[in-house]
């Protein structure tokens, strides 16, 4: 397994489905994942999807700057730093963002 191409598929998949449809983002949460957005702890794939589909824009479109990833895990997996932009509809100024992923294959 190639950490940098996982890295770079996983991120791509990510922020096109959120750009898109973000409520299909649930399924690649798990009960254990954790999302922290501004101060805020949400837990689990059915809050985090709720949390993220609950956000108070309707469209999107990331652009990303900065891939930056390492092994992780004894059971494989790959933890990702992502940093861009994030452009919203009707917004003259696209918002810096960054976000730490953590990709493990759903057959581990």
């Known amino acids: 397994m190639d950490p940098d191409a996982v890295a770079r598929a996983f991120v791509e998949h990510y922020y096109r489905t959120f750009d898109t449809n973000r409520a299909a983002l649930g399924g690649l949460y798990q ?5 922290s957005f501004e101060g805020a702890k949400t837990q689990g794939a059915a809050a985090i999807s709720e949390k993220l589909t609950g956000l108070p824009f309707q469209q999107c ?7 930056d990833c390492q092994p ?3 059971a494989g997996g790959v933890l990702v730093f992502v940093s861009g932009s994030l452009q919203l509809s009707g917004e003259q100024h696209a918002l810096k963002f ?3 992923l953590r990709y493990r294959s759903p057959n581990i």
Do not use: A, R
Not at 31 to 35: A, H, K, R, T, V
Not at 61 to 67: A, E, G, M
């Open 61 to 67: 479109q990331h652009n990303i700057s900065t891939i």
């Open 72 to 74: 992780s895990g004894p």
């Open 31 to 35: 009960d254990n994942s954790m999302l």
């Open 98 to 100: 960054s976000q730490v």
